[in-house]
Structure formats: C-alpha cells, structure tokens
C-alpha cells in the first residue's frame, strides 16, 4: 500500500499514522513487516498490507537519513525512489535529461541495502533504475510494463539499457497480490465467490 508519494517529512509522517491507525483498527486488515506476516495474515483470513512508497521527497539530504530508518521500523517496505520527476535522489521517468542517481542517491541505496527493504524502481528514469539495479544487494520490483510491447519514458528497457544487470531483467520482480483465502485458486481473485 502506497503511503506516500513525492512529500514532504510532515506530510510523510502524517500518511503513515494515520494509515496505521487505520490497519491497527480494522479486524480485516493486518500490518506486514515479515513473509512470515503474510501468511499469517493468509491463516487469519485478513488482508495483509505491506508499506510502501512510490517517491523519496522526504529525504532530501544525508542528514535526514535516519527518515529511512524511521520508516522502516514503522513498517516500510518498499521504497520508491522517484515518482517521474528529479528529486534530490534521481530523476524520474518524466525528465528529458535521464541523468541517473545523484551521489546522495546512491549513498541512500547503501543505507537500504543494511535494511529490510526493497527498492521499488516503478516510476525511476531509465538511467536511474539501471543504476540503482546494479547497487542494489536485493532484488527491486517494479509495476512499470515493458518497453518492447509499447515505448513510453516509464517503461522497463532490456539489453544493457534498462533496470537488469548485465542486461537481464532476473533482479527485478513485481509482487503479485496474494490470495488471502486458504481455499483461493491462485489462478482466479482472491475476492468473494
């Protein structure tokens, strides 16, 4: 679930409580931190929602790494590290120039990689997501399509152009939704019947 997008510290800090106060009290939905979390959630028949981002606006220098930190022990998971335009990371898939991570977004990837998170690259420029693929000790995911079925700026590029080392896309997944029913065909929703 996305909590933030490209926003300030305040308005950041604000999405997440008021987002966890929501999940702390629902009997339906259950906060995720862990795999481990969302089969549990699986058994208790609830809604297993994992934290993300789809920008980092809220970190715009090295002294304000201990944001990351923050987050992640409320519960992100996955970090966004542009939402189509430049921020003080990297630029976006909207930016004309494509110049890649800055040097503070690729300290900030060193950070992550000490942490339990995922880089989620969706809406990075090209540049940047190939450059932040290859820093990454983990995999990192995306919801970008391909850019061999249609070009468009954030789209996922392959040889050598795009997010996967040495030209592969083996590094980058996108997480399915997961059934929260025992009895769900994987091959059908996960919604009522």
């Known amino acids: 679930m996305t909590f933030a997008l490209e926003e300030n510290w305040d308005k950041t800090l604000h999405n997440f409580e008021r987002h966890l106060s929501k999940i702390n009290k629902s009997p339906l939905l259950m906060l995720c931190k862990t795999a481990n979390d969302v089969l549990v959630a699986q058994e208790k028949g609830k809604l297993g929602i994992v934290i993300g981002t789809q920008g ?85 995911c995306t919801h970008s399509n391909s850019d061999a079925a249609r070009q468009r700026p954030q789209h996922n590029r392959r040889n050598g152009q795009g997010h996967g080392r040495q030209g592969r896309d083996d590094r980058c997944v996108w997480p399915a939704a997961i059934a929260v029913r025992p009895d769900a065909d994987p091959g059908r929703s996960a919604g009522p019947r």
């Open 56 to 140: 980092a606006s809220m970190i715009e220098d090295s002294d304000q790494f201990w944001r990351l930190e923050a987050m992640t022990r409320m519960g992100l998971r996955f970090l966004g590290l542009a939402y189509t335009t430049a921020n003080a990371l990297g630029d976006g898939c909207g930016e004309k120039r494509d110049a890649g991570l800055t040097y503070l977004g690729e300290e900030l990837i060193a950070l992550a990689n000490t942490l339990p998170l995922m880089l989620d690259l969706s809406h990075c420029g090209h540049r940047t997501r190939a450059e932040a693929t290859v820093l990454a000790r983990a995999p990192v």
